[in-house]
């Protein structure tokens, strides 16, 4: 099915540990986003992706890591996971120019750090 | 810098009654506003969205929004709310020109029979 799916959806790990979240649109859309949301925060950007090997900084990117080889992929790699880090993490993408229309948001994955 | 605020994290509200969720947002330059709404366990869904023009903006589910730009509000309403409209609602904004949304803190809108 078209569409941006997350994977998993939920996640345990202990502290330490490095863990990657996984993202896959379908639509070929060029910018890709990752957020996090955590109670009275709302969602806080972590990084972002204009294109393939184009990525940037978002507001919370410390003790994460992005890498985006195709277009398609974007996947968020906590090097060592923190209890802080636990949150409901969610991918989105729009189309270069597009992002008047909205994002189209994934499921999210729930990561819980033990 | 830009920033979204919602003025209630919480909000209960009786079946069938009229609801207003309120946003404000500064920013020096023009935006969008949208608002979009997270039903439990699952992803954000556009509601609506404000890029011109009227300044009343209707969505789906019978929600509708106006921008007030002397007061840089962008409040949530409906009329008539039903169980299924209970979520979390997210205003967002956009500068124009950029690519990334910017967040307010959420308002989660809990309907009792």
């Known amino acids: 099915d078209a569409g941006i799916t997350q994977s998993p959806r939920y996640k345990i790990t202990e502290t330490g540990r490095q863990v990657t979240l996984m993202c896959h649109q379908t639509w070929s859309h060029s910018y890709m986003f990752w957020y996090r949301q955590d109670l009275g925060h709302g969602l806080r950007l972590i990084y972002y992706s204009a294109a393939a090997d184009i990525t940037d900084k978002g507001e919370v990117p410390d003790g994460y890591v992005v890498s985006r080889s195709k277009t398609e992929n974007f996947p968020l790699t906590l090097e060592s996971a923190t209890r802080s880090q636990t949150s409901v993490y969610f991918c989105a993408s729009s189309e270069s120019g597009m992002a008047i229309y909205g994002y189209t948001f994934g499921s999210g994955t729930r990561l819980t750090v033990v | 810098a830009q920033s979204v605020t919602q003025l209630d994290s919480q909000v209960p509200v009786f079946e069938e009654a009229p609801v207003e969720l309120r946003c404000n947002y500064s920013?020096?330059?023009?935006?969008?506003l949208f608002w979009y709404v997270q039903y439990p366990n699952q992803g954000l869904q556009l509601l609506l969205k404000y890029l011109s023009g009227s300044t009343l903006v209707k969505g789906i589910n019978g929600f509708e929004a106006e921008f007030n730009k002397s007061q840089t509000s962008f409040h949530l309403r409906k009329p008539s709310v039903h169980i299924s409209d209970t979520a979390e609602y997210f205003c967002?904004?956009?500068?124009?020109?950029?690519?990334?949304?910017?967040f307010g803190q959420g308002t989660r809108l809990t309907i009792n029979p």
């Open positions: 920013s020096s330059v023009s935006v969008y």
């Open positions: 967002a904004a956009l500068i124009q020109g950029a690519q990334k949304l910017v």
